[in-house]
């Protein structure tokens, strides 16, 4: 589509109708530009996408504005509406890809957004995602203030590092998965990096194969292998039959250092070996 | 395909950076045609110096700390028109590398191409005595063995720890390479049509250990070879109107691990064979002192195959709502060949004509398979109507289910090795587990005020079970919630949740009779009547958060938030055999708590200097109830007064501070930041007085790790296309781990149960650096 195109659907498709409804009439960006030229500047520094927006695309019928002389009130100002009201404008063109499931979503329900995070005129950093803040984490951070606590554990993925952030696991648009995964459950959203652990094996761990969240913190932990607990606390959770598990053990013992019962039981996400049956090849 | 993938993204940087640069200076570019683009770009060269304790591996767990000249960021951006292109490059040529490039048509199409290396660090102090023969196997040398099987138990122990003094370091590490590529094309207005490609591929070694010699208890710990691929695709098309949505995806997901093993001129695939450092020649359990393999095969992580097909569709209703639906199927297999039971030659055949086989089926009329044969079919659909039918009142009722349904066939094996020592004599079942969770629900939500929402809802979660304790459970959820906005420059989210989960029944015997781990011993290690698995117990759940945002000028932010989750896992009232509750002992996890608030604040001073901080805590606190369980005249024998309860509590708190300035506008900035990240662990044991092993229950060390840092970071712009920056960065990590910190190969001196035990003695040292930088960046 060209250009001209492309903004014909934009000011035609998108604004006439508001302007039928409130019987008002487009005045055109040039109109708006006397007034508003750091904010257009602003979208044309930021690439393509939005260099070619019409500023009535998102703000409405604008003529009432530029007759009143720039009155507060007599145009749509996205930052003062209620954030479903502005979500609802965005969603007339941001409706495909990880946006689908948007309505009846967390953040959705709650009030939350899309201007809640993102800021076309002003966004913090140079994140593509036109972000109010400078990164996804710190975006995310900015309600979720206890994941920062938790990501800077000893024990984490690499999300200081920039090597993950929370949306490669989470959608923060909607997804039909619990807590906003991006795949169809936790354990599917684990396999994506962590395939080997995939199975089936002949020999399984049932709590592993149910969820990873029953051992593991995602978020980061001060254990080793972000493990909730460390063994052999965290395995008598479940493994107290008799014999070596049922005791509580004192620090300098094989079942308590290194790796505590996994010094053994190596193999506890599950195993193919035919001798596998104690997760022990 | 990493290395070409890696080159052929420098090659292009290099490219259309010449190219920009060769445009900036070409005056037959300067009219109206070279209007038209944009071209922009920096390129940032890094020198840095690094002083201080650097050795510990966790400083480099996930990055690379140069020292020395290195390209810290290159970016480039082109758009003519409808037309773009960007690249970008960070920490190039260095261990944790990634280069990122797009290339598009706004509106039509879009590539890109990505790579990455991440490295995953565990330890540098590991020191072993294998060495990795050409077969993949690690190997050790002939006359130790001999001499330790020669001296037999104990006297092998001690001189173990002699050749262990001469174990050879060995670094525990690999490394993530991936490439991606992904393309997009907009077929027509609203029809898009994806794909995606990636090629993961994790290359080094990892810590791993087994039990040799399982009555002594010794273990050896080895660098376990990491050589795995993860290939996987995607396709999807997609329309997206404003009144409706339809969308599909088909993708692929294939692990392959490279590591294969070999004995006696077979070759194992997933597999790495292991050499016994305390026996050349293979024994039957009993035979001798030390009896074992000569030889240990372990099993490394099977291939396996995952594909998913996913469908979504959904519609608006009238202006008020919208219907939407997702259906996904999926499917993962796993059909690697299987192992032998073990490589000891020794091991006399067992009593079963059949032999020592895995049987499709029960024990007496299986057949013998030679492969799995696993396949997982999981199925998710997922179906909710939402929306808004009046300005105050707003809706939305859902259900969802996710089954893994495992196809797997039932196996026994008809008896196992355990340990490589000798036959076990108990025949086993590996049973197919599979799960199935559905979800219902619905909220409503009320809107008294323009800027409050408050809602309720109710949400029923259901389980089904196959091979576990309980077959079916139901929690139900009750939910409110409140969402206020007085004004635009404070918000309050408050939420509170409650769950009751019940189980229709609890067999603590589900499976003895069917000999599977990890129930199923015989008698001595008969279940615990009184033990319920906390994933599957009765639980009262209450969830409580509150998260509140204020600014009150543009001078002033701040927010707080409040988390807290209780479980309380009841089942004091239980039911015998014959339905009657009664109150008993309970054990397993009682009640876990994690509760935590945060603050954050930033002052603007002027429009020159922001200053900014936060804190956080987190304490994550478990009681489990446990019993010791003696073995006497070969039953365990069970009293209340030898139960023992242990108390868990994690707690983190987080500090920050710093400021943003702006000493002279446009020219010199001044970034000071310092953070505190402070975890401690307690993890404390309490025996009923009189307990029979009272003395086993103490509470452990205290466990602590610390990470501090403080960085200045200054820069100046002499030019508007150039800046000069000055850094630094003090960064210490202090680690108090009794788990970790003792470790040495030799454990003998700790436990003398490990004393014919052969560790990696890896640890985690602390440390603490100052990285010296400076800077210099050119932006065109």
Redesign the interface.
Same mark, same amino acid.
């Given at each position: 589509?060209?250009?001209a195109a492309?903004i014909a659907v934009h000011a035609l498709v998108l604004a006439a109708p508001l302007a039928r409804a409130a019987g008002e009439e487009l005045a055109g960006s040039a109109a708006c530009l006397p007034c508003h030229a750091e904010a257009a500047a602003a979208l044309v520094h930021r690439?393509?996408?939005l260099a070619?927006a019409e500023c009535e695309s998102c703000h409405g019928p604008g003529w009432a504005h530029v007759e009143s002389g720039g009155e507060a009130g007599t145009i749509r100002s996205l930052a003062?509406m209620?954030?479903r009201e502005a979500a609802a404008i965005c969603r +007339?063109c941001h409706?495909?890809?990880n946006t689908?499931?948007w +309505?009846?979503s967390t953040h959705e329900?709650?009030?939350i957004g899309c201007t809640s995070c993102h800021s076309v005129h002003n966004p913090a950093g140079r994140h593509?995602a036109l972000l109010t803040k400078s990164s996804i984490q710190e975006t995310c951070y900015?309600?979720?203030?206890?994941q920062?606590?938790?990501m800077?554990?000893?024990s984490h993925m690499?999300v200081r +590092?920039?090597?993950l952030t929370c949306t490669d696991c989470h959608n923060p648009h909607g997804s039909?998965t619990?807590g906003l995964l991006v795949d169809?459950?936790v354990n599917?959203n684990c396999?994506?990096c962590h395939?080997?652990?995939?199975?089936?094996?002949?020999? =399984?761990h049932?709590?592993v194969? +149910?969820?990873c969240l029953?051992c593991h913190n995602p978020h980061g932990?001060?254990?080793?292998s972000m493990l909730?607990?460390?063994p052999p606390?965290l395995c008598?959770?479940?493994?107290?039959?008799?014999?070596h598990p049922? =005791?509580?053990?004192?620090?300098?013992?094989?079942f308590?250092?290194?790796?505590?019962c996994?010094?053994?039981h190596?193999?506890i996400h599950g195993?193919?070996?035919?001798?596998?049956?104690?997760?022990?090849? | 395909m990493h290395d070409l993938g890696r080159i052929l993204c420098v090659a292009l940087l290099a490219l259309l950076a010449a190219l920009a640069a060769v445009r900036a200076q070409d005056p037959e570019t300067g009219g109206e045609a070279a209007s038209e683009e944009q071209t922009s770009g920096s390129v940032t060269i890094e020198a840095q110096a690094v002083d201080g304790r650097n050795e510990s591996s966790?400083l480099q767990? @996930?990055?690379e700390v140069p020292n020395g000249f290195y390209l810290g960021q290159f970016d480039f951006?082109w758009?003519k028109?409808?037309?773009?292109i960007?690249l970008e490059a960070?920490d190039l040529m260095q261990d944790?590398e990634?280069i990122k490039a797009s290339f598009g048509r706004?509106?039509?199409f879009r590539i890109e191409l990505g790579y990455?290396q991440?490295p995953k660090w565990f330890s540098n102090t590991a020191r072993t005595l294998f060495t990795e023969s050409d077969e993949g196997n690690l190997i050790l040398p002939p006359p130790m063995r001999d001499d330790l099987q020669a001296l037999g138990s104990p006297a092998a122990g001690p001189q173990l720890a002699r050749y262990l003094v001469g174990a050879h370091p060995v670094d525990l590490r690999y490394r993530r390479d991936t490439a991606t590529v992904a393309a997009e094309w907009t077929v027509k207005?609203?029809v898009?049509l994806g794909g995606s490609y990636s090629n993961e591929r994790r290359d080094g070694v990892r810590p791993?250990?087994?039990?040799t010699y399982?009555s002594a208890?010794d273990?050896t710990?080895f660098a376990a070879p990491v050589d795995?691929t993860?290939e996987?695709g995607a396709v999807r098309l997609?329309y997206?109107?404003?009144r409706w949505?339809l969308?599909g995806e088909l993708g692929v997901?294939h692990?392959s691990?490279d590591g294969t093993g070999s004995a006696d001129g077979t070759t194992f695939d997933?597999a790495v064979v292991v050499d016994n450092p305390l026996r050349a020649t293979d024994a039957n359990a009993g035979s001798a002192a030390n009896a074992a393999a000569a030889r240990?095969? @372990? $099993?490394l992580?099977?291939d396996?195959v995952?594909t998913?097909f996913d469908l979504?569709a959904?519609a608006r209703v009238g202006a008020w709502g919208?219907v939407?639906a997702?259906v996904?199927f999926?499917r993962?297999e796993?059909d690697?060949q299987?192992?032998?039971?073990?490589l000891n030659s020794a091991v006399p055949a067992p009593s079963d004509p059949r032999g020592?086989v895995?049987l499709r089926g029960n024990l007496t009329d299986g057949v013998p398979v030679s492969r799995?044969d696993?396949?997982?079919n999981?199925g998710?659909y997922?179906l909710?109507?939402?929306?808004n039918p009046l300005g105050w009142l707003g809706f939305?009722v859902?259900t969802?289910s996710?089954d893994?349904d495992?196809r797997?066939p039932e @196996?026994t094996?008809t008896d @196992?090795?355990?340990?490589?020592t000798g036959l076990e004599g108990i025949p086993?079942a590996?049973?197919?587990?599979a799960?199935k969770k559905d979800?219902h629900g619905a909220?409503v939500?009320f809107r008294p005020l323009?800027?409050l929402?408050v809602?309720v809802g109710y949400e029923q979660e259901r389980w089904d079970r196959e091979?576990?304790n309980t077959r079916e459970s139901t929690e139900d959820i009750f939910k409110a919630?409140v969402?206020w906005?007085p004004a635009?420059w404070w918000t309050v989210?408050a939420?509170a949740r409650t769950g009751e989960r019940t189980y229709d029944a609890y067999d603590e015997e589900t499976f003895f009779g069917e000999e599977s781990?990890?129930?199923g011993?015989p008698v001595?290690?008969?279940?615990?009547l009184e033990?319920r698995?906390?994933?599957l117990a009765n639980r009262d759940q209450l969830r409580l958060d509150l998260?509140a945002?204020i600014t009150p000028n543009e001078h002033l932010g701040f927010?707080v938030?409040f988390?807290d989750t209780r479980n309380e896992y009841d089942d004091r009232t239980l039911v015998d055999e014959a339905g009657t509750p009664e109150v008993r002992d309970v054990?397993?996890?009682l009640e876990d708590q994690t509760i935590?608030w945060?603050?954050?604040l930033y002052f603007n001073a002027n429009e020159s200097i922001t200053l900014y901080a936060?804190y956080?805590?987190?304490r994550?606190e478990?009681d489990?109830a446990?019993?010791?369980?003696?073995?006497t005249a070969g039953a $365990?024998v069970d009293l209340s007064e030898n139960n023992?309860l242990?108390d868990?509590e994690?707690t983190?708190?987080?500090y920050g501070v710093g400021v943003n300035a702006q000493l002279v506008p446009d020219r010199w900035t001044l970034d000071v930041h310092a953070?505190v990240?402070d975890?401690?662990?307690r993890?404390d044991?309490t025996?009923v007085p009189g307990g029979a092993?009272a003395g086993?229950?103490?509470d452990?060390?205290e466990?602590s790790?610390r990470?501090s840092q403080a960085s200045v970071d200054l820069r100046f712009k002499p030019r508007k296309a150039l800046t000069l920056g000055l850094g630094y960065v003090y960064e210490e990590?202090e680690?108090d781990d009794?788990?970790?910190d003792?470790?040495q190969p030799w454990?003998g001196g700790?436990?003398s149960?490990?004393a014919e035990?052969a560790?990696l003695g890896w640890r985690i040292p602390s440390y603490d650096v100052n990285l010296f930088r400076v800077l210099v960046n050119y932006r065109f």
């Open positions: 589509m060209c250009r492309w690439g393509a996408d070619d003062k209620p954030a +007339e409706t495909a890809g689908v499931h +309505e009846g329900q709650h009030d593509p900015g309600c979720h203030a206890m920062r606590v938790q800077m554990r000893s690499p +590092e920039g090597k039909v619990e169809r459950s599917d396999y994506r395939a080997d652990k995939r199975g089936p094996t002949l020999f =399984e049932p709590p194969r +149910e969820s029953n932990s001060i254990h080793e909730v607990a460390r606390r008598q959770n479940c493994h107290i039959n008799s014999r049922s =005791e509580p053990r004192t620090a300098a013992s094989r308590v250092f290194n790796k505590g996994v010094n053994c190596s193999q195993s193919n070996h035919p001798s596998g049956i104690r997760a022990m090849r | 966790k767990e @996930y990055r951006a758009a028109k409808d037309w773009s960007d960070v944790d990634r706004y509106g039509k990455d991440t207005n609203r898009t791993l250990t087994l039990a399982f208890g273990i710990e795995f993860t996987t997609e997206a109107g404003r949505h969308g997901s692990f691990n997933n240990f095969l @372990y $099993a992580p099977p396996n995952a998913f979504t959904g919208k939407a997702h996904s999926g993962s796993q690697e299987f192992l032998p039971f073990s020592l895995v799995y696993g396949k997982v999981t998710v997922d909710r109507f939402s929306g939305k859902f969802r996710y893994y495992n797997t @196996y094996v @196992y090795i355990r340990g490589d086993r590996a049973l197919p587990f799960w979800n909220d939500r323009e800027r929402g809602s091979f576990r919630a969402d906005t635009g989210h939420s781990f990890p129930e011993e001595v290690n008969a279940v615990v033990q698995l906390f994933d998260n945002e927010g938030s988390s054990l397993g996890r935590g945060a603050v954050d936060d956080g805590i987190e994550f478990s489990v446990s019993r010791y369980r003696p073995v $365990a023992w242990s868990i994690d983190t708190k987080l953070l990240s975890g401690k662990g993890s044991a025996f092993a086993d229950a103490q452990f060390p466990v790790n990470l990590f680690i009794f788990y970790r003792v470790m454990m700790v436990d149960g490990t035990s560790f």
